[in-house]
C-alpha cells in the first residue's frame, strides 16, 4: 500500500514560474526522500531530510518537513523544460528496521516551454 | 562509474511462464532492493538483500523470490505470471543495510509485460 499521497496528482506550469509539490504520509518517519522520474526510467535522488530538519535546499530545490502535520513540501524553483518529469516523495518509517523506502502515488509536472 | 545496471531492458511473457531479471549494483554497494511500480502509481518494495541474505520482504506472494550473489549482483524471479504482474521493475542499491541516511540509487528498471 502507498504511505503518502502528494498533491496535485498533475501540475503544469510556464518555465521560469515556480513549482510547488506536497505530500502527506501516515506513520512516523525517519526520514523522507524526493525522488524524480522521467518517462520510463528509473527514480533520480533529490533531496533528503531527517525527521528533525524543518527545511533543506539544494539548488534549485527547497523542502520542507512538518511532522506534526505528518507533511511535506518540494519546491522547484525558476522551473526549466527539463524538469519536466514524475515526483515522488518516500518515506523510511522511524519503527522497525529501516530497509525500505514507501511511496506516494507522485506528482506529474509539466514545464511548458 | 556504472550506475545500478538491469538487464533484460523489456520483456513479454505468458500468463502461467516464469521470469528472471537480473540487476548489477554500483560498485562497492553490497544491499540490493527490489520495486515493483505498476504504471500511474508509486514503486512498491519486493526484496532487500544484503550481504547475500534476504533482510526485508514486502507484501509480495510466494511465486516472487530473489536471491544476491557473492559478486553483490541479484536475481528476481516471478512464477506463473498473472496479467496484474506487468509492471516496471525496479532495482536499487545502497552503500549500506539500513537507509536512514543513505538514497538508493535506481537502475532504467526493466518493462515486463504479462499477455
Known amino acids: 500500500s502507498q504511505q503518502g499521497e502528494e498533491d496535485p496528482q498533475a501540475l503544469s506550469i510556464q518555465e521560469g514560474e515556480n513549482a510547488t509539490m506536497n505530500c502527506s504520509y501516515k506513520?512516523?518517519?525517519?526520514?523522507l526522500q524526493w525522488y524524480r522520474q522521467n518517462s520510463g526510467r528509473g527514480l533520480v535522488h533529490l533531496i533528503l531530510?531527517?525527521?528533525?530538519?524543518r527545511e533543506k535546499h539544494s539548488g534549485r530545490l527547497r523542502v520542507t518537513l512538518d511532522t506534526s502535520k505528518k507533511s511535506s513540501s518540494l519546491l522547484i524553483t525558476a522551473s526549466r523544460a527539463a524538469d519536466t518529469a514524475s515526483y515522488f516523495c518516500?518515506?523510511?518509517?522511524?519503527?522497525?528496521?529501516?530497509?525500505?523506502?514507501?511511496f506516494g502515488s507522485g506528482t506529474q509536472l509539466t514545464v511548458l516551454p | 562509474d556504472a550506475g545500478v545496471t538491469q538487464s533484460p531492458t523489456h520483456l513479454i511473457k505468458t500468463r502461467g511462464q516464469q521470469v528472471t531479471l537480473r540487476c548489477s549494483p554500483i560498485?562497492?554497494?553490497?544491499?540490493v532492493s527490489w520495486y515493483q511500480q505498476v504504471l500511474g502509481q508509486g514503486p512498491q518494495f519486493i526484496f532487500q538483500?544484503?550481504?547475500?541474505?534476504?533482510?526485508g520482504r514486502g507484501n509480495f506472494p510466494d511465486r516472487f523470490s530473489a536471491r544476491q550473489f557473492p559478486n553483490y549482483s541479484s536475481e528476481l524471479n516471478v512464477n506463473a505470471l498473472l496479467l496484474g504482474d506487468s509492471a516496471l521493475y525496479l532495482c536499487?542499491?545502497?552503500?549500506?543495510?539500513?537507509?536512514?541516511?543513505?538514497?538508493?540509487?535506481f537502475g532504467n528498471g526493466t518493462r515486463l509485460t504479462v499477455t
Open positions: 536499487a542499491s545502497s552503500l549500506y543495510q539500513g537507509i536512514y541516511n543513505s538514497p538508493l540509487h
Open positions: 506513520t512516523s518517519i525517519n526520514n
Open positions: 531530510i531527517r525527521s528533525n530538519e
Open positions: 518516500a518515506t523510511t518509517r522511524s519503527s522497525g528496521s529501516a530497509r525500505q523506502l514507501t
Open positions: 560498485s562497492g554497494h553490497k544491499s
Open positions: 538483500y544484503y550481504e547475500k541474505e534476504e533482510r
